[in-house]
């Protein structure tokens, strides 16, 4: 149903379309973001229906002058043209609905045209970013889908993968790619079908943090979350309803991964670990301790060799961070976790803590390791328990009270580590989240001894939220000296 425009949205737009065209196109970018806010407010008069702006009435004629005002900065020469198009094609699109979104069908070709030239790399994040914001908008009418998406999708792929490898691809940009990509392939399998590939070695490379692949580029925490989410939203593109059973079958190459590391990265202890999901040693134990703590190959998961002891505690902190994307990211079609084989890995980690003075709780080192190796891996522990606390979280969080009859066992590993290692700052952060997460969820059917248990976690919490009463020597030396700052007396 169309809707009349107000004066103050014609006079809004007519004002948007008069600075457009009086202001120099190497000063557009000052004044575009203004521009772009102005744009909602014209929302009704760029969405009406086209009956209500026809060719030749007023509203239709100032609507027309804007679009091909947008399509000439869309080719623009300038850089800060071309900048300032994409800005307000998004804004148009947004404001307009689907009147505008209907019409963009031309916009969408000359961003693509865009995205291969040798912009800067901001211009193809935000290139990027309204190429996927039009896709989005395009799901919820199949004649769009088929004339705008549909076409425009392989190109995009295509060019986005091309422009991460090249020396001009910034941080940035490929944050931008990893996560328009990760929104997209749950809605267009088939058409990422083909690129999967691509994709795929790109994420691994990501999440194994080798630079080797991608010239030198440095991937931070962020790229890896979001390769870590777009390699397990992958399984969508898995032909013949076979989405859930690539899934499992990722899922469990990553479990098998994450043991194979376990077995050279602890091998500096000996392990009171039995398997009760039928895991299998990876290497001999004359062949374990011969030799430096490293990976021979890729490792189940078709993650990159690794070697060293911190690489590899690294490596199986990520591995446990991709389980919990696993867990979190939706799923094509519906099946079983398989939590047993989980809940065995989480049980191996948590086996292993720091030792503690005075206690003999902990594992037993393993005299044929150097006792350096061994040092390192009481350092690197916390970082690893850390990650398994927020993969117990995901775990609750996606399960809630299914998951009911395994949180006793859950609290005792939770408990078991943070007694161990609270000297840590984010071991406690976190133990703290998940132990509420615990408490929500069976906090009323906990028994006497459990609740005694609870009671070293709330004096830390006491401890961390109470100031600290004691003075500070070196503030005090200072007062007492004569050198720190004096109270002013009142007369």
């Not at 039928?278 to 030799?291: C, K």
């Not at 709780?361 to 006792?371: A, G, L, V």
Request: glycine fraction near 6%; proline fraction near 4%.
């Amino acid at each position: 149903m169309s809707r009349k425009s107000s004066p103050q949205a014609v006079a809004t737009l007519k004002q948007i379309s008069y600075r457009i065209a009086s202001t120099p196109v190497e000063r557009l970018p000052q004044i575009v973001p203004n521009l772009a806010g102005l744009l909602r407010n014209c929302r009704d008069l760029l969405g009406s229906t086209s009956a209500s702006t026809k060719q030749g009435s007023d509203d239709g004629m100032l609507i027309h002058r804007l679009y091909v005002q947008l399509t000439t900065l869309l080719q623009d020469r300038t850089v800060q043209g071309r900048w300032s198009a994409v800005v307000l094609t998004k804004a148009i699109i947004e404001a307009g609905g689907l009147e505008t979104l209907s019409k963009s069908n031309g916009w969408v070709k000359n961003l693509l045209g865009m995205l291969k030239k040798s912009d800067p790399p901001t211009t193809r994040c935000l290139t990027v970013i309204t190429l996927t914001r039009i896709f989005t908008l395009t799901w919820d009418h199949s004649n769009l889908i088929r004339e705008i998406t549909t076409p425009a999708l392989p190109t995009f792929i295509s060019t986005c993968l091309s422009n991460v490898e090249r020396k001009t691809c910034s941080a940035n940009e490929l944050h931008t790619v990893l996560e328009a990509f990760a929104v997209l392939v749950p809605r267009h399998p088939a058409t990422f079908r083909t690129f999967e590939g691509r994709i795929r070695n790109l994420c691994r490379r990501i999440v194994s943090n080798d630079e080797r692949g991608i010239r030198s580029m440095h991937f931070s925490e962020i790229h890896r979350t979001a390769a870590q989410s777009l390699l397990v939203a992958l399984h969508c593109c898995a032909p013949k309803q076979g989405a859930f059973e690539k899934w499992d079958e990722t899922f469990k190459n990553t479990i098998r991964a994450a043991h194979a590391t376990c077995d050279r990265v602890f091998r500096g202890v000996s392990e009171d670990w039995k398997s009760t999901s039928g895991a299998q040693p990876s290497i001999s134990a004359q062949d374990l301790v011969v030799g430096e703590c490293q990976s021979v190959d890729e490792d189940a998961a078709g993650l990159s060799r690794w070697s060293g002891i911190f690489a590899g505690g690294e490596r199986l902190a990520t591995l446990i961070e991709l389980l919990g994307s696993h867990i979190s990211s939706s799923t094509a079609g519906s099946g079983s976790v398989r939590l047993g084989m989980l809940l065995d890995l989480v049980t191996r980690i948590c086996g292993i803590i720091v030792p503690t003075s005075g206690r003999q709780d902990f594992t037993k080192p393993n005299q044929q390791i150097s006792k350096d190796e061994r040092d390192a891996l009481y350092t690197l522990l916390p970082s690893i328990h850390v990650a398994v606390l927020r993969l117990m979280m995901i775990l609750l969080e996606r399960f809630g009270t299914i998951v009911t009859s395994v949180i006793s066992g859950v609290l005792d590993q939770i408990l078991w580590v943070f007694r161990a290692e609270k000297i840590d700052d984010s071991i406690r952060a976190v133990g703290y989240a998940l132990l509420t997460d615990v408490l929500g969820l069976i906090g009323p059917a906990l028994d006497k001894d459990q609740v005694q248990e609870l009671v070293s976690v709330a004096k830390s919490c006491c401890t961390d939220l109470l100031p600290d009463d004691s003075p500070n020597p070196a503030a005090a030396n200072g007062f007492l000296n004569g050198n720190g700052p004096r109270k002013q007396q009142s007369n």
